[in-house]
């Protein structure tokens, strides 16, 4: 498993109904896309259950890297850079994957929290409270899907989360989820990805 996450931050004053109608008319086309787990399409709004920015920030979970590229360097990706820009692309190695409570539920939030992996730590039992947390987190009411993920350049641990209610038990970053895209999320592989 791969995780990967860009961020679109928007200007204050940005209409987010045109990112909502962006998803609406384009979300469907990874619904079938070969290599990929998930993509959930993400908002937060200024002002909104405690956001300080407007932000667009798909965040992925791969089970190929033959499938990420293709995204990346086949055309689909050129759809956001043309709308958005060029964002800087986060890329983090899957430490664990777990299916929630709530697992046939459609997501409606999602919860990212980065985390730097501090200096002088031993780096197995760190990653193995990772992996401890993304089972917490799925045994949680309401929790659809959790998974954690490293970033060995950065040392950054990202703990991902998606709930179906609005009252997640994750601490990080509050997103909506406007669309998700799961072809292959029964092929993600289950719990401590060594």
């Known amino acids: 498993m791969h995780a990967m996450q860009y961020e679109f931050t928007l200007p204050a004053d940005y209409d987010t109904g045109l990112v909502r109608s962006r998803v609406a008319r384009v979300g469907h086309v990874l619904d079938d896309w070969d290599g990929l787990g998930i993509k959930t399409y993400v ?23 033959e499938g990420m590229n293709r995204f990346l360097w086949g055309g689909a990706f050129q ?3 043309d709308d958005f820009g060029r964002p800087a692309i986060r890329q983090w190695t899957g430490l664990a994957f777990e299916e929630g409570t709530a697992t046939a539920s459609a997501p409606a ?5 980065r985390q730097p992996v501090p200096e002088g730590v031993e780096l197995a039992s760190y990653m193995a409270d990772a992996v401890a947390e993304t089972g917490r987190l799925a045994a949680e ?4 899907l959790a998974a954690a993920a490293v970033d060995t350049r950065a040392w950054e641990v990202v703990h991902f989360s998606l709930w179906e209610h609005d009252g997640p ?21 289950r719990g401590r990805q060594w």
């Open 169 to 189: 038990k994750a601490d990080g970053d509050l997103f909506e989820v406007l669309h998700l895209s799961a072809p292959g999320r029964d092929r993600l592989p």
């Open 141 to 144: 009411d309401g929790a659809v």
């Open 109 to 113: 939030y999602a919860v990212r929290r």
């Open 43 to 65: 908002m937060r709004e200024r002002g909104v259950n405690g956001s300080p920015v407007n932000q667009y920030g798909p965040f992925y979970l791969w089970n190929t890297m």
């Open 79 to 81: 759809g956001p850079v």
